[in-house]
C-alpha cells in the first residue's frame, strides 16, 4: 500500500526540470552537453539588488513580515503597476509570495473546489496543468497552433467554458512559444469573458520586459479594466531582473480573493524571507537599465536562434514575439530514422535522440500539450546557441528518411 496521497496520482513532475537532470547526468558522465532545458536569465543579479539583501540581513531584517509583505514592498510593487502598467492600485490590493509560482498556487488553493476547470491554452506553461490538478481541478487545453500565432481566440474561449470553468489563464509573453496579445487580443476575449461572470482571469505577466521587435506590453488589466473584480495581474522579479533564485513574485486582484490567498500564506510558508522581500524593494525602485540591457541580448539570440533554425529542413520555428524560449515544430522529423535504427515516432523520441546524439537538452512539446514540436531556452551565450544549432543541424542531416507508408 503507497503511503502517498492520491491527490499525486495523477501530477507529473516539472517536464522542463526532468529534461535538466537528464542532461545533467550525462554531463556527470563526463559528456560534454549544452542544456537547453531550463529557462533562467543567464546573467548575474544586479549588484545594488544583492547588496540591499544583505544590508537588509545586517540591520536586523530578518523576522517574519505580513504574510502579504512588507508595506513598503508591495507600496513599490502598486507604483510599478502604475509606472509600467497604467493601472491605479493601493497596496491592499497587493500580495507578494515566493515567486509566481506560489502566487498561482496559493490562488488555486483559494478557489478551487472538486471537478472546477481552469482553462489553460495549451501549448502552456508546464506547472499551469499540474498545480490545477494537484489541488482539485480539471485543467481544459484548448489548443492553440502556430495558425492562430499560438494565440487564444473568442471563439476558441467561448467553447471552452463551462458551468465548470473557474479560471482563463492567459500568459503573454507566453511560455513556451514566445507569443504576445495586443490589447485588442485581450479587449476580444474580454468581451466573451464580460458574458461568464463566474470566470476569474489569471493573468501571468512575468515575462513581461523580455519583448522583440519594439513590441509593446499590454497588460490584461490594462486592455479590461471593468474585469478588475475578477482578474489576479501576475508578475515578480524572477525574470525582468535575473533573480529566479531569489524567489520573489507579486500580484494585483481585488481584495476578497487576495484576502483568501494570505490566509494560505500564512497558514503555509508565512511570508517571503524578509532579505529578499529588500532586495526586490531595490529592484524594483533601483536603477532600471539592466532590463533594456537584458532585452537587446535576448533580441539577439532570438534572431541568431530564428536564423539557424530556418537553415535546418524539417524544422519550422515562428520568430516568438517574447520572452525567452523558441518552439520548435519538428514534424518533418517525425518517421525518420536515427543512425542508430530507431524511428522517431513523436516529439520525445526528437529531444531523446538530441540530446543523446547531439548533446542538446530540450523539452518535448508534449510536456506543454502540443506536438510535434520542443523547446530550446534561448537564455544563454551567443556562443553556446551558435554550437547547439550547428549540433542539432549535424544530428537532424544524419536522419534516415522517412518511410513511405
Ligand atoms: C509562465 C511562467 N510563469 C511563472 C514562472 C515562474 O516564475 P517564478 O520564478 O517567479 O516562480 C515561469 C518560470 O519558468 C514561467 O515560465
Not at 467554458?161 to 500568459?171: G, H, Q, S, V
Not at 537538452?361 to 534561448?378: D, E, H, K, N, Q
Request: net charge neutral.
Amino acid at each position: 500500500m503507497s503511503y502517498l496521497a492520491t491527490r499525486l496520482a495523477a501530477v507529473k513532475p516539472s517536464a522542463s526540470m526532468a529534461a535538466s537532470m537528464a542532461a545533467k547526468a550525462l554531463r556527470a558522465r563526463g559528456l560534454d552537453v549544452i542544456d537547453l532545458g531550463l529557462g533562467e536569465p543567464d546573467f548575474p543579479t544586479p549588484p545594488h539588488v544583492a547588496d540591499a539583501a544583505h544590508r537588509a540581513a545586517l540591520a536586523g531584517e530578518t523576522l517574519y513580515t505580513p504574510a502579504a509583505g512588507t508595506p513598503a514592498l508591495r507600496a513599490a510593487v502598486a507604483e510599478k503597476f502604475r509606472r509600467e502598467n497604467g493601472l491605479d492600485l493601493s497596496p491592499d490590493e497587493i500580495v507578494v509570495a515566493n515567486g509566481a509560482k506560489q502566487i498561482i498556487f496559493n490562488a488555486l488553493m483559494a478557489t478551487l473546489n472538486e471537478g472546477d476547470e481552469a482553462i489553460l491554452p495549451a501549448p502552456c506553461f508546464v506547472s499551469y496543468p499540474e498545480m490545477v490538478k494537484l489541488l482539485g481541478g480539471v485543467p481544459v487545453t484548448p489548443v492553440c497552433g502556430a495558425d492562430t500565432g499560438f494565440r487564444l481566440t473568442p471563439e476558441a474561449l467561448e467553447a471552452a467554458i463551462t458551468p465548470r470553468t473557474r479560471w482563463l489563464f492567459l500568459n503573454t509573453p507566453g511560455n513556451p512559444s514566445g507569443a504576445v496579445y495586443s490589447g485588442a487580443d485581450l479587449k476580444a476575449l474580454g468581451a466573451v469573458l464580460a458574458r461568464h461572470p463566474q470566470v476569474l482571469v489569471l493573468s501571468d505577466e512575468i515575462y513581461e520586459h523580455i519583448l522583440f521587435d519594439d513590441r509593446e506590453f499590454v497588460s490584461f488589466g490594462r486592455a479590461c479594466p471593468e474585469l478588475r473584480d475578477r482578474m489576479l495581474i501576475v508578475n515578480g522579479v524572477a525574470k525582468a531582473y535575473a533573480m529566479t533564485g531569489w524567489r520573489v513574485g507579486y500580484a494585483a486582484g481585488p481584495a476578497p480573493l487576495l484576502k483568501a490567498m494570505n490566509t494560505v500564506q500564512s497558514q503555509s510558508v508565512t511570508s517571503v524571507a524578509a532579505p529578499m522581500q529588500a532586495a526586490a524593494l531595490a529592484a524594483l525602485t533601483g536603477p532600471q537599465d539592466c532590463i533594456a540591457r537584458f532585452r537587446a541580448a535576448f533580441q539577439r539570440r532570438r534572431d541568431l536562434v530564428v536564423a539557424g533554425i530556418a537553415e535546418i529542413p524539417g524544422l519550422t520555428l515562428s520568430p516568438p514575439e517574447g520572452a525567452f524560449y523558441a518552439y520548435i515544430g519538428c514534424q518533418g522529423l517525425i518517421g525518420r530514422s536515427t543512425p542508430a535504427g530507431k524511428v522517431l515516432a513523436d516529439d520525445a523520441a526528437v529531444t531523446d535522440y538530441l540530446l543523446n546524439h547531439a548533446h542538446v537538452g530540450a523539452v518535448p512539446g508534449a510536456a506543454y500539450g502540443l506536438s510535434p514540436f520542443f523547446r530550446i531556452s534561448t537564455a544563454t551565450s551567443d556562443a553556446i546557441l551558435t554550437e547547439a544549432i550547428a549540433r542539432i543541424a549535424r544530428a537532424v542531416a544524419a536522419l534516415s528518411p522517412a518511410k513511405a507508408a
